[in-house]
């Protein structure tokens, strides 16, 4: 289905030159095909120093000499998340349309600029990647996962990098976007399981991919899940820290 999107987009690409998603600008000749690179720009990114737990910009005194005071109390079950951009402005605006607005292509684009942040890298090189699973019928509904898509082309993109699709959401969960901390956790607490004959190799480093961290719940939940499963170093990334 996404391959049929992308075909369509090429076709599409072909009558109608393509502009900026950022810029809304023509595009000019480069590896991505809707994000310039005057348009990621635009984006705003995390530099150091970051919370070595959850990522998010911080340049105090850790807590427990992991924790910044957003991720206090999580303690998650992921060793670090690190993620490149902020949901912000146009990261914000991008992610919206990759979930909700049918462009699952912006996800490439979006991962492709995240590839310049060096930690970000680092941090993937050599891992197996798992996306956050949807519950099947979210999946069916939207097309795609994004969290796979994402997964899918950072594996491309880096060496000794492979994805596997070790999880399966197997409750729909409320969404998440009015709920609070405490909330968010309780409802994602038993909604993730290991597939169906999937196996965890606990000589494997995995790293657990989503499009935003939130609370980190989801991510941490997901972690929780491979780490019962026999997984023994599991981190987090996300494109966006919200
Ligand atoms: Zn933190």
Redesign the pocket.
Known sequence: MALLDDLDRGLLDLIFPRDCVVTREPMEFGPRRHLSAVGALELTRIDDPR??????P?DGTLEDDR??????G?NPAFGRAVCPFRARGPVREIIHRIKYGGCPWLADDLADAALEDTLFRRHLTGSVLVPVPLHAGRRRERGYNQAERIADFLARRLPGCATASLLRKQTETLSQTRLDRQERRANVRRAFRLAEGAKVDPGRRYVVVDDVLTTGATLHACAATLRTAGASHVDAAALAHG
């Not at 924790?67 to 206090?72: N, V």
Request: proline residues 7%; hydrophobic residues 30%.
């Open positions: 919370c070595l737990r959850c990522g998010h911080f924790s910044c005071p957003h991720c206090l999580l």
